[in-house]
């Protein structure tokens, strides 16, 4: 996903799909929707963390993997892993 400021939800995809806004609105809440869990410099939140799992990618170094765990999502999408991403 992509946040701007104040954390709105500006774009998000689900695995390799990008999310409409009417998708982003259902998913973060109206009128505006944002992702509250995030709190700078908290920007990671792994299982077994109280609330959401989230893990951020600031860094050109940790951005490169996006692609990796896209693909995985739509395989947990398409029922070919059986895991969870949340």
């Not at 954390?7 to 806004?21: C, D, S």
């Not at 077994?48 to 990796?68: H, R």
């Amino acid at each position: 996903m992509k946040l701007g400021e104040d954390k709105e939800v500006l774009a998000a995809l689900k695995g390799m799909t990008e999310l409409t806004y009417a998708e982003i609105l259902e998913v973060y809440g109206a009128p505006v929707p944002r992702f509250e869990p995030i709190n700078w410099p908290k920007v990671t939140s792994l299982p077994g963390s109280p609330g959401p799992n989230f893990y951020t990618l600031q860094t050109f170094w940790l951005a490169c993997k996006a692609p990796q765990i896209m693909v995985g999502v739509e395989l947990i999408l398409e029922g070919k892993i059986q895991k969870t991403y949340q």
